[in-house]
């Protein structure tokens, strides 16, 4: 009888996910595993933790819908706590388990947790699983889709028609007659190992205190479909192009990265959807345009997965030494929404309220801690690793190298001027007004980093 892991990691959902039909299709005996590893709350990324609340909160909301839909199939979800490789070798050595699945790994840690579980257990089949791109690894390299740049692989995939594989509908039948490797993990117990993580890594009033804001997402494959179909049931598809680059609002943009950096959502879902959108209503700019975006992100991942160390390097994948540093009281200034520039303030003060700020935000705020305030770009995208619900390790680390200007796009850096980006966005300082970007007067609340970060 063949026993199989399914390793979740960012790909927090069970519809168009190749790895668990693949799982299914081909094991007898079968269970699903997620590990949270202590190392994510420790600072120990730029003196930075990995997971703050608000990414904390997400993904817990992520591990408990998807919990709740495997018992409705008959299995469930088993949470564990340790480092990955190790957990996942004692769960194979333990229960002589033949075959473990799992997402395509393109992070350089998340690459050597696999590659150490394979040394660890050498018999054991792995399949590693492409669900989180509109392209497989086999049709990057066949059709030889070039890297140098964005442009390029944008120009060579849409002149030559590339077709994303379609949503895999998950017949019913799989699910029967499938028995669980691990015995069920009681509700409670499930619950338990979340609620340790909390009281463990964050300060009490951490999860208490967020603030009304931090509900604009949440996690889990039922709400990011819900998100799907309203969008795209919406005319915001239509004016995207003309609205992406608005500081806030519901549909300013589309709302998916959360969704997709978490896996609760598959790009190719999107792809498809959007595709569906523009043959029944209209096809314009602005539909494009959020076509466009995908392939953004699908360019980063592949990238990364061809520089797995150049990426997080000073140098970048430029490999050119940019003219900054580390200077802690500005980082702290800029971390904290103390800088001289009430737009940035603002901007971060939204970042550590809910976790989530615009793409413009993002490139105002990286822009001045590289240009204006000279501090080393490592450390942002690291401060962003921790704040961001929608954390994606190439898209954040690749945008950063972008505006530090050691990424390979041939025009440099991006230096964004403040005050033109506060007029053109924030004309007559509601955004700033909101968030309190202006350091006059008191905070109505508390906007600093301090409440989440970990117990010592």
């Keep these: ?223 990011a479909c819900e998100h799907l179909s309203y969008y795209f049931s919406s005319s915001a598809p239509l004016t995207y192009k003309k609205t992406r680059n608005q500081l806030e609002g519901k549909c300013s943009s589309t709302g998916f990265s959360p969704y997709l950096a978490i896996g609760n959502l598959s790009p190719r879902q999107v792809w498809h959807a959007l595709r569906r959108y523009e043959k029944q209503n209209l096809e314009n ?14 360019y980063f991942q592949w990238l990364l997965n061809d520089n797995p160390k150049a990426f997080f390097m000073f140098k970048g994948l430029a490999n050119k030494k940019p003219l900054t540093s580390f200077y802690t009281q500005r980082f702290a200034q800029w971390c904290n929404g103390r800088t001289n520039y009430p737009l940035v303030n603002a901007c971060m003060n939204q970042l550590n309220a809910t976790g989530y700020i615009s793409n413009r935000g993002r490139q105002i705020v990286a822009s001045c801690l590289v240009n204006e305030l000279s501090v080393d770009w490592r450390y942002g995208a690291a401060y962003f690793q921790k704040q961001l619900i929608d954390y994606d390790v190439a898209s954040n680390w690749g945008n950063w190298q972008y505006i530090a200007g050691v990424g390979v796009d041939p025009r440099g850096g991006r230096h964004f001027n403040i005050e033109k980006q506060t007029q053109l966005h924030d004309e007559k300082n509601a955004f700033i007004n909101k968030w309190q970007g202006n350091l006059e007067g008191e905070q109505t609340y508390d906007l600093t980093d301090a409440s989440d970060w970990p117990v010592k």
Excluded at 111 to 140: G, M, W
Excluded at 285 to 298: A, D, K, N, P, Q
């Design 285 to 298: 700019e602005s539909t494009y345009w959020v076509g466009f975006e995908l392939l953004w992100r699908e």
């Design 1 to 223: 009888m063949s026993r199989a892991l399914y390793w979740f990691t960012h790909d927090l959902r069970l519809a168009d996910n190749e790895g668990v039909i693949s799982l299914l299709s081909s094991n007898n005996s079968v269970a699903f595993i997620y590990v949270i590893d202590p190392d994510w709350f420790r600072p120990l990324n730029y003196s930075q933790t990995s997971m703050g609340v608000h990414r904390w909160l997400f993904l817990r909301q992520s591990i408990e819908d998807l919990h709740n839909q495997l018992i409705a199939k008959g299995q469930s979800l088993q949470v564990v706590v340790g480092n990955s490789a190790n957990q996942i070798s004692k769960l194979v050595r333990d229960h002589n388990v033949t075959a473990l699945y799992t997402a395509q790994q393109f992070g350089l840690y998340e690459r050597h947790s696999l590659e150490r579980v394979k040394a660890i257990c050498p018999s054991l089949q792995v399949y590693s699983c492409c669900t989180n791109t509109l392209f497989t690894k086999d049709q990057i390299d066949e059709h030889s889709i070039p890297m140098q740049s964005f442009s390029a692989f944008r120009k060579h995939v849409e002149s030559n028609d590339y077709s994303v594989k379609e949503d895999q509908i998950q017949e019913s039948s799989l699910w029967e007659a499938k028995r669980a490797l691990l015995p069920l993990q009681a509700k409670n117990q499930f619950n338990k190992v979340l609620d340790d993580i909390e009281q463990t890594m964050f300060r009490p009033h951490a999860i208490n205190t967020l603030n009304k804001w931090t509900n604009e997402f949440v996690g889990g494959e039922q709400h």
